[in-house]
């Protein structure tokens, strides 16, 4: 339909970012999906009731973050964009190939520029929409092996409470959310290779929970998100800690460990 919303989502083949699909179609946005796996898009079209455009895009090329962005800047009806693709590493950051590591900054900080530089000019003309940038409680942590996502991640809620500062001086009623999930059930461990079971049953949750918690979180203008209460209680007493004695739980962390 002409007048609906459109919501853009990178990384919407799997996981968090389907799972927002859904969501935000039985909220009555039309879509726009991004990923590299286009038929795993078509499939997930197929199940949703609303206008979907598809586009096979590898995010971390910058021509293709270019092309992305020009689009996003002139779409009529955008009323909200989720920069949602991402995967994590295994390996020590000097083992690990550079490229690898360059394609993630390429994916979680350039891409979430380029896109979200476009998307804001677009919705602060407009005066109404957000963006939600997935994070993940890795923010707040460092952890070996690890070292290049718990950065980029930081980067992002570093940079989603930086623009809704600037939203808020310009009395914008666009709005930005960090949404920093904890383990959660999706392809996201298959593609990294990790054993889901070196991790409690107890810490896990559904892809379903965050992304509601996400979108409420956003109905209420909640800058950062944490789903699930667990997870609150662990930012909020390791960011309290002294910087030497994080450093010492988070060298001995089992998750840590369970990595080297
Ligand atoms: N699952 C967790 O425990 C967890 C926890 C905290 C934060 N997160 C974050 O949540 C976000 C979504 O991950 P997920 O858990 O839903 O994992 P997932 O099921 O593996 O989904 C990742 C998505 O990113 C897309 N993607 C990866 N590389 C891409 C590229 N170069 N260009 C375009 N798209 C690309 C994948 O699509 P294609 O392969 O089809 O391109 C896929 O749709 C990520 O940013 C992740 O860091 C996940």
Known sequence: MADRPVAWITGASSGLGSEFA???????????????????????????????????????????????????????????????????????????????????????????????????????????????????????????????YCATKAWMLAFSEGLALELRARKSPVKVQALCPGFTYTEFHDVMGVDRNAVPRSWWMQAEEVVRASLEGLDRGQVCVIPGWRYRFLVAVLTKLPFALRMILQANSPHTRGRL
Do not use: K
């Open 22 to 148: 859904r969501q935000l179609a039985a909220r009555g946005y039309d879509l726009v999906l991004i990923a590299r796996r286009r038929e795993r898009l078509e499939q997930l079209a197929r199940q949703l009731s609303v206008h979907c455009e598809l586009i096979r895009s590898d995010l971390t090329l910058r021509s293709e973050q270019e092309i992305l962005a020009q689009r996003l800047s002139q779409e009529p009806r955008l009323a909200l964009l989720v920069n949602n693709a991402g995967f994590g590493t295994t390996r020590l950051f000097w083992e690990a190939e550079l490229q690898g590591q360059l394609a993630m900054h390429e994916l979680h900080v350039m891409a979430a520029v380029r896109l979200t530089h476009a998307a804001l000019n677009n919705l602060v003309r407009q005066g109404q929409g957000g963006i939600i940038n997935v994070a993940s409680v890795a923010a707040f942590a460092r952890s070996p092996a690890n070292v290049s």
